[in-house]
């Protein structure tokens, strides 16, 4: 009974409201003996709860979920991991990297390596964009804007992790 005092003083209702219901009635309350306990849902409460009906697409919407809707976007999808294979020489404009795609699905990765000169300051740094078959590694060039900064360069610092993009 003190529960059915305090629903009604927050204005509680579990009524079901929505239109999804295939019984009559509908108007809330405490009582026991009528109450439908089915996964339809019902809104209110001081705490704003919801609580949602999951075979019905028109009110759920979750967005860790992947579900049935989902459009395969790569923000759903983990980063790449990135192994530096070669830095850049004076003959060789470019670093080679090995791109790790941890995830079931191929995706678009975006590569950053930092040229770095004998003192560890940024001669330059450039990315790449790459695709990496699922659970597949890849080996990626990333290029120098311009041949004659190979020479500049010592070593190489790749970011260890591409995004997907």
Not at 93 to 117: I, K
Not at 141 to 147: G, N, R
Not at 151 to 156: E, I, M, P
Request: glycine share 14%; proline share 4%; net charge negative.
């Amino acid at each position: 009974m003190a529960t059915c005092v305090v629903l009604a003083l927050t204005g509680f209702s579990t009524g079901r409201g929505h239109g999804h219901s295939s019984h009559s009635g509908g108007g809330g309350g405490c009582s026991s003996s009528g109450q439908d306990h089915d996964t339809s849902s019902s809104t209110g409460g001081a705490s704003g709860s919801r609580y949602h009906d999951y075979d019905d697409d028109d009110d759920y919407t979750d967005a860790t979920s992947g579900g049935s809707g989902s459009s395969g976007s790569s923000t759903a999808l983990q980063d790449a991991t990135v192994q530096l294979v070669d830095c850049a020489t004076p003959s060789r404009a470019y670093a080679t990297v090995e791109v790790d795609n941890p995830n079931p699905t191929g995706g678009r990765f975006t590569v950053t390596v930092d040229f770095l000169d004998a003192g560890s300051d940024k001669v330059e740094e450039r990315t790449e964009d790459a695709y990496v078959a699922g659970h597949a590694t890849t080996t990626v060039q990333v290029d120098l804007s311009a041949p004659g900064l190979a020479a500049k360069v010592d070593h190489c610092n790749p970011e260890p992790y591409a995004p997907a993009n």
